[in-house]
């Protein structure tokens, strides 16, 4: 993956991409990623990330779904979600809707994976991805956990991010420098999505690591802002998967610390802000199928209102085929928003497509047609919406509706 | 359009179809369908539908969305929803986010619906369909609407069913004898649908007369109750269109008087409700793109949570690609349910498909692939899903997303 640009993600100028030679992971990191059967054909599905330090300090945020597969339920029960040395990750098969041997799966390959890290249970995460409602092939998992013991690296990033994709077309890591006052640091991750990709926060896997030594509370506090402004506020399909996971590792090991309301919590901050934005949208731009990725912009005097409607801008499958065909047609906005907001009518909506207003007060406008279908022509196009008040604003991220979406998921287990 | 048929649609054993040489309108109904040129290509787009009777009883329902087109705006707050003698609808444009201009030109439709009908205006509703946003050539309606003057015709259904079509691969009529104890009756409706199709009651305009003679409560009483079952009940798209409309109109030219509480309103609510269920259901078969239909069937213990569930599942593109791919992959179903309810887990799921039980308890039973596969390939697929707890049920029918779907709204204004 070249270095992605987005007029969409402002990254700090204290940040730099690792240099070329340079291991991709921060220090105090080792990954890995191998083929252990569970795809087919020898593709990598097994990738294991371990901490060395023994005083990690790490946060996690998890899918909300009523549904939550077997490594999720076990991952937030029985391990420590401050204190994750190391990080198992299989692709091919998600561990959902598998009852009590997926709960029996997943832990053995959490005592796989703390034996292959040299680590107490309690700090192994597990994650999985993949197809739901099928017994997992543990033993060829384990067996991969084992291959991948003997080959973890500092440079194990991309073979790691290899291991989580699924249907991904390329694979997301992203390795960064970043000078805080107190030195420079680290910042690294991985993340895997495509489809089931919903705005209800995860609704994929990432793994984030740095070197900075933090706090389990500056942990918590970075990650959860900045999974609210990124994964929180992307969708593929509007499907939110019952195995998302979202972990940050800190090893301290470049022995920068990281104090509570510093000018370095700062920096640190706006640059996970800005990778957790870079991967979110690497996973829109790779939604199922996609070929171009949306913005909606929403204002409005009431949060709930103004989110609700541009996550239905964001998830309908009309606006999402008419940013596929170059459509300029609004009226599917303002229809989006009406389906969003019952019995509101009548709403004085203002919609801009590209900066050009195509709706004020509820009523179209005038628009040369010929410009804005050609503003709406490139990889990456903007709307924005406007609804009574002030105050409340909220940005979605979306990807558009292709045939290869259909073609994807029409024939995914069969 | 041939005899439907289908599992899911009981018809009463006392309902028949209108035989060959009669028309298809109830007494005392005409109606025709035009080519005003809203439409390319000489296509029929204006249809005018009267009743002569100038006791005729109606009951009407329309979209809850937040951006109500004008000519549903005008039709709530100008007509006599009890007493709709005439309905003037085109195609080819929805007249929706057209502000005070748009309201203007249905006020104009109304009016030259009112002249071409000999009726006041206030009993002439309005309907429009097609694209939202762009202002509607209103010259072209209203020369259509005096054409249409000219071949009012009780065999005029057909063409008025033709004249409301859009993106619709079939138009939809139906004409049914009814036989009630007191006397038999005329139904008949004609309806449109095809995409912007959602279970949030009617999303597409439907238009229902009778010459059996109701009073305005009854008629009320009937539609809401069969609404709530059919149109309420389907999905293509899951989005909420800013136009639709159903009105059932009562001529009582029949002379047959159908008292509350009576066998004779017993029966014709059956006939009724079988009669919007297969328009509705005819609506998902026609579903922009669609080839196969599923039913989602929901149970448990409370009624919100069971519908929000079947909609869920109902509106997945996920579950829906997977039905038109014939695809069993009954994990998305259950994704489906647990992205809709948040913060449930662990929610103990019993899933179905066609009778063969794939999961109990939240977590996967071995079945026959290869029968199960077999199964999912016809025209009609069925879903069931169990939630904790009994009393509670509801049901979704819903067409699968396709390539077609893709390109029809990829494609639509450009």
């Known amino acids: 993956m070249s270095f992605f640009t987005s007029r969409w993600v402002e990254v700090p100028e204290w940040v730099a991409e690792a240099r070329a030679g340079d291991p991709g992971l921060p220090q105090g990191f080792r990954a890995a990623g191998v083929a252990g059967g569970l795809k087919a054909a020898g ?225 640190l901050g706006e640059a996970l802000d800005a990778l957790l934005r870079r991967m979110a949208l690497l996973i829109v731009r790779d939604g199922e199928g996609a070929r171009r990725v949306g913005r909606v912009a929403a204002s409005g005097g009431h949060e709930e209102t103004v989110v609700r409607a541009a996550r239905a801008i964001a998830n309908s499958p009309l606006v999402k085929a008419a940013l596929h065909g170059g459509d300029p047609n609004w009226g599917r906005i303002a229809q989006a928003v009406g389906g969003a907001l019952h019995d509101m009518a009548p709403l004085p909506l203002d919609i801009w497509i590209e900066d050009v207003q195509v709706c004020a007060g509820g009523s179209a406008l005038p628009y040369d047609a010929a410009a804005l279908a050609e503003a709406v022509s490139g990889p990456e196009v903007e709307y924005a919406l406007r609804l009574p008040g002030e105050g409340a604003e909220a940005e979605v991220f979306f990807s558009d509706l292709s045939h290869d979406y259909v073609t994807i998921n029409a024939e995914y287990t069969t």
Do not use: H, Y
């Open 43 to 267: 593709a990598k599905d097994v990738g294991l990330l371990v901490s060395d330090s023994a005083n990690t300090v790490s946060a996690a945020r998890f899918t909300r779904s009523g549904v939550l597969a077997a490594p999720v339920l076990l991952t937030q029960e029985r391990c420590r979600l401050d204190g994750i040395r190391a990080v198992v990750a299989n692709s091919g098969n998600a561990n959902a809707a598998t009852g009590r041997r997926g709960l029996e799966d997943a832990a053995r390959m959490q005592g796989a994976a703390a034996m292959a890290s040299m680590t107490a249970e309690a700090t192994v995460a597990v994650a999985s991805t993949g197809v739901i409602g099928v017994p997992l092939d543990v033993d060829k998992a384990i067996r991969g956990i084992l291959t991948a013991r003997g080959q973890l690296s500092p440079a194990g990033d991309g073979l790691f991010a290899e291991a989580i994709r699924t249907t991904d077309a390329f694979e997301k890591a992203v390795s960064w420098e970043v000078a805080l006052p107190s030195g420079t640091v680290r910042l690294s991750a991985q993340a895997k999505g495509a489809g089931m990709i919903s705005p209800a926060f995860a609704t994929m896997l990432c793994f984030v690591q740095t070197d900075a030594a933090l706090a389990p509370e500056t942990a918590d506090l970075l990650l959860g802002v900045c999974v609210k402004r990124s994964f929180d506020r992307v969708s593929v399909d509007g499907q939110l998967s019952t195995n998302d996971t979202v972990i940050l590792q800190a090893s301290g090991a470049s022995g920068v610390e990281v104090v509570p309301e510093s000018e370095d919590e700062l920096r």
